[in-house]
Every structure is written in structure tokens, then in C-alpha cells.
Nanobody, 126 residues
Framework: QVQLVESGGGLVQAGGSLRVSCVAS????????MGWFRQAPGKEREFVAA????????YYADSVKGRFTISRDNAKNTEYLQMNNLKPEDTAAYYC???????????????????WGQGTQVTVSL
């Protein structure tokens, strides 16, 4: 049974930093491309960042580029999202996602991902 479990969310002031993590089980993590998405109340789920199975390729939404960093540790079956200079508009539930990939690519498409975590809440206050 595949499980993706996020952690590390919380309340932070604008300008602050937070790191969220996602631990995967029940799949061959090193064969999965990974991604982070977020969903604010009343809004659709949107792409944040993606990383290829090796970690050699990354891709970011324009709204977070230069502030967020996605990474992974295949030995720990874990991906991370380091979030710096947080803004109130970053407030959302953050979801990790996994998809099998044979070519070390990234994807920003929500529909490309097969497995999803339950989400972790990030709230940024003024």
C-alpha cells in the first residue's frame, strides 16, 4: 500500500521560513518523480515545485521561484520543500505527490501524478 505522509507545516510570520517533508512508503521511491502542490480555501489545487527521480532536475511555479527549494533524499524515501521569505498568499494546504517516471523528468501537471499525501497546513500571518 502506497503512503505519502507530509509533515512540518505550521504557523509562521511573513518573511519567515518553514520546511515541509514527505515520507513515502510502499513504492520504489528512486523510480518516482515527485512534486509539491498546494490548495488554498476556495481555490483549485495548484503546482508549486517538482523534482526528477534522481534529483537532478527541478521545476518551480513562477510564484515561488527564488523563494522555495525542492529536494529529495532517496536513501530516506523523503522529499522536502524549503520555503523562505514566506508571504500570506502562500497560505494553503501543501500536498506531496508521486508518479512513476523512467526518464528523469519533471511535471507540473496535477493529472500526471498517481499518488497523493493527505496534506499539511501552512499558514503565513502578517
Amino acid at each position: 500500500q502506497v503512503q505519502l505522509v507530509e509533515s512540518g507545516g505550521g504557523l509562521v510570520q511573513a518573511g519567515g521560513s518553514l520546511r515541509v517533508s514527505c515520507v513515502a512508503s510502499g513504492l520504489t521511491f528512486s523510480r518516482q518523480a515527485m512534486g509539491w502542490f498546494r490548495q488554498a480555501p476556495g481555490k483549485e489545487r495548484e503546482f508549486v515545485a517538482a523534482i526528477s527521480r534522481s534529483g537532478g532536475n527541478t521545476y518551480y511555479a513562477d510564484s515561488v521561484k527564488g523563494r522555495f527549494t525542492i529536494s529529495r533524499d532517496n536513501a530516506k524515501n523523503t522529499e522536502y520543500l524549503q520555503m523562505n521569505n514566506l508571504k500570506p498568499e502562500d497560505t494553503a494546504a501543501y500536498y506531496c505527490a508521486a508518479r512513476f517516471d523512467a526518464y528523469d523528468t519533471t511535471s507540473s501537471s496535477l493529472n500526471a501524478y498517481n499518488y497523493w499525501g493527505q496534506g499539511t497546513q501552512v499558514t503565513v500571518s502578517l
